[in-house]
RNA sequence: GGCCCGUUCGUCUAACGGUUAGGACAUGCGGUUUUCAUCCGUAAAAUAGGGGUUCGAUUCCCCUACGGGCUACCA
């Protein structure tokens, strides 16, 4: 089998969204598991519909989720340019061809004529017009036209575009990887214009030319594109490319949550969580959409989730690098059906990378938000934080909403706790206590919690009697990790500290 | 409306003719814990419906229903 080559092509028209991530994902990890090549091609033949930033956003992102570009506008490659505008020149020809060879034709009907020839259709009852073999008939075209009169159009500039003519009653056939043979009889397809009248090609030809031209084996894309494929197959046949044609995966589609319909770009935010890897900030409203990335995800945890959106490794693994993946990948195991997306999932999954991730690289991570928040700490005593914080946070900004009193004394006391466990004689009791850790020398966590119960032991007080009380003296709170971890990492003066505060504020 | 694709617990999915239909998330209930979280245990939870084919259908075929996609000189 010839190398493998495949290509993620999005058009620069926004922001990626994650079903477009995944689309990625899935040509990257097909690639890799392949020893083959993964090509970035931008697909910028609608002008009108270019977003300023969208390019460098969309870099960006696969960067961020750590699928890497063999060839691209980055770095190039030998198949260059690898964006289509740049590629201009190398439509028209093969347009013409297909022309000169019976298989399309020049087009000169205006929009108004079009729109005209759609509501005459529509009033005689047929529901979605098309233009195809019957209704091409009456309309400017270079089939209905005679050939003077065609070629006084073309020799007079007049703008034209270029459509394929599509035949009668064939059957187009196509075998894709995930869905088997899908077949479409040609009556059901109309002439879709390939070459438009601003001299730029249509995806569908733009598509072919690039595929066939850039040696691509397979095309992943999503499942839009399953109506169009039987049209770019008749056009691999038209082009005479048939026996170079690439094979076809059409990946199902990531649904919404909640409802019907696919994932849009506009439901993350109405449902409280990024439907993009980055954020995005739209350069006309200024309207900034949240991302992945900003909202503190550990990328492996979400290339992890969204591999598992439509694909199985047919194992109860659940945990993968993105070396696993590559290793684990394959195109059988897609799913066909469409997948809703899974928010508690997506938490669950970041959560368990946090945890497995060392208190001194995520303290790297906390050190940013403290900084935030002006507060300075010690690399080291942050790296003990976050050990002792990590196995009931999911996010590495909840270590420092649940656990800003390692790094200041608190100054308010949790009510509910006070209520229920700061009785009359609590005081006295936390006020022994102080003079008993004030007198250890050894303010290890094992070293406390002996003398704490040696303490309770001779007072014949049982620990739930005290601890909450020494607890919400440390940290304000009512519940937290072991309290003798904190008050020794707090270490002695400022653990002493904080309960001759609490003894004077709490009464 | 037409064309195409799809349909297993609430969600993501496993089982590629023979299983008590398995796992994970979420949920309920226990246990562990000073507390919360974790962790452990446990429960409830699905083959859309109807016809075939077969000794036997989640699995193959047909119909219906439902869902999705497409139906632009957008990709």
Known sequence: MSEVRVRFAPSPTGPLHIGGVRTALYNYLFAKNKGGKMILRI??????????????????????????????????????????????????????????????????????????????????????????SVTRTTMQNSLALSEDEVQKRL????????????????????????????????????????????????????NVVDDYTMKISHVIRGE???????????????LGWENAMPEFAHLPLILKPDGNGKLSKRDGDRL???????????????????????????KEAFINMLSFLGWNPGTTQEIFSMQELIEAFSLDRVGKAGAKFDFDKTRWFNQQYLRAKSGEVLAQDLQVILKENGVEADDKFVATVCEQLKERATFVKDMWEEGK??????????????????KEDTPKYVLELKDRL????????????????????????GMGKLLPAF???????????SLFDIASLLGKEETI??????????N
């Open 497 to 506: 500290n904080r309960m001759e505060i609490a003894l004077e504020k709490i």
């Open 224 to 238: 839009e594109w399953l109506p169009s494929a039987p049209l770019h197959v008749l056009l691999y046949k038209y």
């Open 272 to 298: 409280g969580f990024p439907v993009f890897p980055t954020q995005w900030t739209n350069p006309e409203t200024k309207e900034t959409s949240s991302g992945y990335r900003e909202g503190g995800y550990i």
């Open 43 to 132: 697909e910028d033949t609608d002008q009108t519909r270019f977003v300023p930033g969208a390019e460098e956003y969309l870099i960006d992102a696969l960067k961020w989720c750590g699928i890497e570009l063999d060839e691209s506008v980055v770095d190039g490659g030998e198949y260059g340019p690898y964006k289509q505008s740049e590629r201009k020149a190398m439509y028209l020809p093969y347009a013409e061809q297909l022309v000169k060879d019976g298989f399309a034709y020049y087009a000169f009907d205006t929009s108004e004529e079009l729109t005209a020839m759609r509501e005459r259709m529509k009033a005689a009852g047929v529901p979605s017009p098309q233009y195809n």
């Open 438 to 461: 004030a007198g250890l020398s050894d303010f290890s966590s094992e070293n406390i919690e002996i003398e704490f119960k040696k303490y309770l032991e001779e007072n014949e007080l």
């Open 471 to 481: 607890r919400v003296s440390l940290t304000g709170l009512g519940m937290g990790p």
């Open 405 to 422: 009193y390692y790094f200041s004394a608190p100054t308010s006391y949790d009510e509910k706790t006070i209520r229920k466990k700061w």
């Open 155 to 206: 020799d007079a500039g007049d703008p034209y575009a270029i459509r394929i003519k599509m035949p009668r009653n064939e059957e187009v056939r196509l075998n894709d990887i995930i869905r088997g043979w899908v077949l479409v009889n040609t009556n059901n397809m109309d002439d879709k214009v390939i070459f438009k009248s601003d001299g730029m090609p249509t995806y569908h030809l733009a």
